[in-house]
């Protein structure tokens, strides 16, 4: 620590010999896998241009060692409410902090990615691009904040950055078409990131007609033999809008009848989300006074809160056009969903436990665009257009003989049921626990007789439920693991790992509290040193989340 702060110039870097190789340090902070995609894809380009790239995950990143002198793409996303991805909070906290290391003779770039649908867009990756500045860097590209239809132009960026940061003469770089670079003749390129037509060979609603929930269970076919996906991965779902909602937006905004746009409408542009941007891109379009002055009075924000696209036409009406529409919309993004069985057991399935979300805000209903699409507008036999997205940060142990550990309520207990089969296919002899919670015991108790036949052939050791509305107070997941804390911390100094999916903003931050608990509770220890074993886990990758 200290470093260059006292004044000192950083020591030149020795001349580089025409053609040696420029190292070049690829930074990412991921939470769904696509930073560290693009990260991969920096790392390839930039060695085919000569340079020497290290692709370092935040979550591994050691301070000290980022380059005096030299050079730093960072690639980051922003999840939820404008936070860092979970597994980069260390990393990024001792980077925002004062121990930081000066950064004097560091060049460096940012891509942020984020949704726009979220408050605090590209948050993350702001804060870091004004952060490598202040502590001396110099900015060799500009940063560029994408959404969730990043693909081409974070090809565009990445192309441009790399041409940026390479050695002068800048002819030196050897042109390389960016979208062969992650082609079919690279050897470690993902398996199967294009899209498949699937069949619906099964859809079934797991709750029961009381509840107040709606859980569909999906099974995939895919004619040509499914991906080689692994339990922990996700299938992204290309989803189709309401056709009710496309036909308000079409009467608000005087285009009924124009049959085109219309299907335009239903399958290629997402028609729900609001954002500072979309009303720009409206006023842009219609040159709407009344939605200028909304913009001019600082408060879009707080009236977006809640609000969707159909609310912004219908409260500034005006006349438009197909192309206007295509101009304030963004591609409607497929969704992801964690994949809920092992191809060890289903061949050529694909299952997805999926929730229809519906909700009412400002006097109208609303619903989550894939989820309610599946739920209302598939059946049996329908085709979905849907792609496969891995996650290698959601994994079971190598060795079977590891115990693992399962938290996982609502549909966060998807990726365990394919956990358990992949473990049941391959006789795997480790123990496995799963904390299962949802509402009611009567109605919402997801996969309630597959679990019971799991429990019997051995492939699940021991469950454990919280209903959290079938008596006064509520019971959750995590009040399940403090009453077994001195068991679970057992089972964790075994070498058990541990698994959470589901809700990011709550559940998973209180887990993660009631396992530090555990250990204070049964160890004794201050609540630091149970912190830090906890974190100690997470560096090991035995406490692995997937949360959404
Ligand atoms: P609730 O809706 O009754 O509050 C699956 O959605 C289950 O997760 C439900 O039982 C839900 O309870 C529960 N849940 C809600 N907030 C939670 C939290 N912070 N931690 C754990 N479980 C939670």
Not at 473 to 499: C, F, M, N, P
Request: aromatic residues 6%.
């Amino acid at each position: 620590a200290g470093l260059d702060a006292a004044g000192g110039q950083p020591a030149a870097a020795p001349a580089a010999p025409p053609k040696a190789a420029e190292p070049l340090t690829v930074l990412f902070a991921s939470e769904s896998g696509n930073s560290e995609k693009l990260a991969g894809d920096v790392g390839k380009l930039a060695r085919k241009q000569g340079f020497k790239p290290k692709v370092v995950d935040f979550a591994d990143l050691d301070l000290a060692t980022l380059p005096k002198a030299g050079k730093i793409v960072a690639i980051a996303a922003t999840w939820g409410e404008g936070e860092p991805p979970a597994r980069a909070v260390r990393a990024y906290g001792e980077l925002m902090g004062d121990a930081a290391p000066r950064l004097d003779g560091v060049e460096f770039a940012v891509l942020a990615l984020g949704d726009t649908s979220y408050a605090e867009f590209c948050a993350i990756g702001k804060a870091l691009d004004a952060r490598f500045e202040a502590l001396g860097g110099k900015r060799a590209a500009e940063r560029a904040d994408l959404d969730l239809d990043f693909d081409k132009p974070a090809a565009d960026w990445i192309k441009a950055t790399l041409k940026a940061l390479a050695p002068a003469p800048a002819d030196n770089v050897v042109a390389v078409d960016f979208a062969r670079a992650g082609g079919a003749e690279d050897e470690d390129a993902e398996p199967s990131r294009e899209p498949y037509l699937v069949e619906v060979v099964e859809h079934v609603n797991l709750n029961s007609s009381r509840s107040d929930k709606e859980t569909i269970h999906l099974a995939l076919a895919f004619e040509e033999g499914a991906p080689a996906y692994e339990p922990g991965d996700s299938l992204e779902i290309y989803p189709e809008n309401d056709p009710q909602l496309v036909d308000e937006i079409l009467k608000a905004a005087g285009l009924e009848g124009d049959e085109a746009l219309r299907k335009a409408l239903l399958s290629e542009r997402d028609i729900t989300t609001l954002s500072a941007a979309t009303i720009e891109r409206f006023v842009k379009a219609t040159g709407h006074a009344d939605a200028q002055k909304l913009i001019d009075s600082g408060e879009a924000r707080a009236w977006i809160e809640g609000r969707q696209l159909i609310d912004l036409i219908e409260t500034y009406p005006a006349k438009l056009t197909g192309e206007h529409l295509g101009a304030i919309t963004r591609p409607l993004p497929p969704r992801a969903y964690s994949i809920a069985s092992s191809r060890k057991e289903v061949g050529d399935e694909v299952h997805l436990t999926i929730a229809a979300v519906r909700y009412q805000t400002h006097g109208r209903a609303r619903s989550g665009v894939t989820s309610v699409h599946v739920a209302d507008r598939i059946r049996d036999g329908a085709k979905l257009r849907v792609r496969l997205k891995p996650n290698r940060h959601f994994r079971l142990p190598q060795d079977p003989a590891t115990d693992i550990i399962m938290v996982g309520p609502g549909t966060g207990v998807a990726p365990f049921r394919a956990f358990v089969q992949e473990r049941r296919a391959t006789e795997a002899s480790g123990r496995s626990w799963l904390f299962f919670g949802d509402r009611q015991f009567t109605h919402d108790f997801l996969y309630q007789l597959e679990w019971q036949e799991a429990l019997e052939d051995g492939s699940l050791t021991k469950i454990d439920v919280a209903f959290s509305r079938d008596q006064p107070e509520k019971i959750y997941v995590q009040d399940r693991i403090t009453q077994h804390a001195a068991e679970l911390v057992s089972w964790l100094d075994g070498g058990a790992h541990l698994y959470v999916c589901g809700d990011a903003k709550n559940m998973a931050r209180d887990v993660r509290a009631a396992v530090v608990k555990a250990y204070e509770t049964t160890k004794g220890l201050s609540p630091a040193d149970a912190e830090a074993q906890v974190a100690t886990l997470e560096r090991g990758h035995r406490y692995q989340q997937d949360v959404y």
